[in-house]
DNA sequence: ATTTTTTATTAGCCAAATCAAATTTATTTA
DNA sequence: TAAATAAATTTGATTTGGCTAATAAAAAAT
């Protein structure tokens, strides 16, 4: 059986929520994240149920079953190989991939799916430093933690954002900060908890405390 | 201004129809090609003249406006691209090729085109021999003649297929027939016109008339 | 324990793209 | 030229995925 893209968005936007661990995955929720009405929510939502990819109730929300988790899992993992593809081999940066690959990750295509990730090496993590769902749903976890979390004078590199707006990676670019950069903590303004850093090594630079909580770093 | 998957389709068939050279291109000859109803033909006709990408009457038929037939062309241009990519970066054969390419020349991206175009070292020609074009629309051309028209004796060269189905390549597969292969003439049977070939200095085959009329060749 | 607020659902509607069946218009052919 | 055939169109329906406005239900606050 093979789901319209919207289906496919839906249970994406579902295996989202559980990833984040929301107690419940109402219809607001969805509806906010697909930019979509909440009576259409509704609609959706019981025509998944009825397709047995999530249990669904007005009081429980929406949960993945074993085969709605499958197909959410793997149209993440489409998106991030796909990601991944675009800057390694396509000359894309990290904030040109994300439409793109909006649009890639509903293309139904094993063999693609297998000879991209072959080409790519097998990669864990995509540009954004998210984790690349294996075949299984299996995610490579990297325990790391907000830059904001980390004390003065402590020196570490960037595993992940956790934003990928165009914005906030286009601004990131502009303060030099890039996946694998190190990042000095030099100061901490106890006042608006903005941080100053200094970036690989060089430029120093103002880190609002909104900034400093969506960059993800490892000692 | 994006056009839906559709009215690509339409367009891209108008254009197939047009390179045919048809007198007249009718409803009915688009909807054997699209395998949809003549009914439901009508009204796309109908939506893409309000557009301005065809011109249609009942009378006329159809015809591309430039706008259309730039549309056309660049999916056909995608198409080929990615079926060539497929076949050159990520070892599918050239019978794995069309249901894949169908859905990824609707993926909208100008970016993702250039570099691809650009990875593969702008290619004139996709795995079946069929040009690409430019993105003005002109098409290298080959002056290849039907392998059913070349004399006995004569040893020739594949360029071009005239039938991308996955029956017909697996059984040129099969026969040890593929692009750029050397192709002598053998003997040409005159009741049925079957042809008696040497294939690539080596194997001898039995190719039907049918066959034979579908394999474009040069000297 | 009410009232208020938030959330979900219903009801009725729309647009895109299709279909089948009936009808009209064109084209052949007798 | 009239009848027969072929092609195009109309009509009315369907499916998918949305919408808005009104209502119902649940949760939170007073």
Same mark, same amino acid.
């Given at each position: ?16 929520l ?8 109402n ?11 909440? =009576?259409?929510? &509704?609609?959706?939502?019981?025509? %998944?149920d *009825?397709?047995? #990819?999530i @249990? ?6 929406a ?8 197909? =959410?899992?793997? &149209?993440?993992?489409?998106?991030? %190989?796909? *990601?991944?593809? #675009?800057? @390694? ?8 991939v ?7 990750e509903?293309?139904?295509?094993d ?7 072959? #080409? ?13 769902p ?14 904001s ?8 590199k ?49 880190l ?12």
């Amino acid at each position: 059986m093979t789901l319209s893209n919207a289906e496919e968005n839906y249970l994406k936007a579902i295996y989202a929520l559980t990833q984040e661990n929301r107690e419940r995955i109402n219809n607001q929720a969805i509806a906010d994240r697909l930019l979509i009405n909440p =009576a259409s929510v &509704t609609d959706m939502l019981r025509k %998944l149920d *009825e397709k047995k #990819l999530i @249990e669904y109730s007005r009081s429980g929300g929406a949960h993945l079953t074993k085969e709605g988790f499958k197909v =959410a899992v793997k &149209t993440v993992r489409k998106h991030r %190989l796909w *990601e991944t593809f #675009l800057v @390694e081999k396509l000359n894309f940066t990290w904030d040109e991939v994300h439409d793109v690959a909006e649009q890639l990750e509903h293309i139904q295509s094993d063999k693609l799916l297998d000879e991209i990730d072959k #080409l790519l090496g097998h990669p864990k993590f995509d540009p954004h430093g998210d984790p690349i769902p294996d075949t299984n749903g299996k995610l490579s976890r990297i325990n790391s933690s907000p830059l904001s979390e980390i004390p003065e004078g402590a020196r570490v590199k960037v595993v992940s954002v956790g934003d990928n707006s165009t914005a906030f990676l286009r601004y990131l670019d502009k303060q030099g900060i890039s996946l694998n950069g190190t990042i000095l903590v030099k100061e901490i303004q106890e006042f608006d908890q903005s941080i100053l850093v200094e970036i690989k090594g060089k430029k120093e630079v103002f880190l609002s405390a909104e900034a400093s909580r969506k960059i993800f770093v490892i000692k």
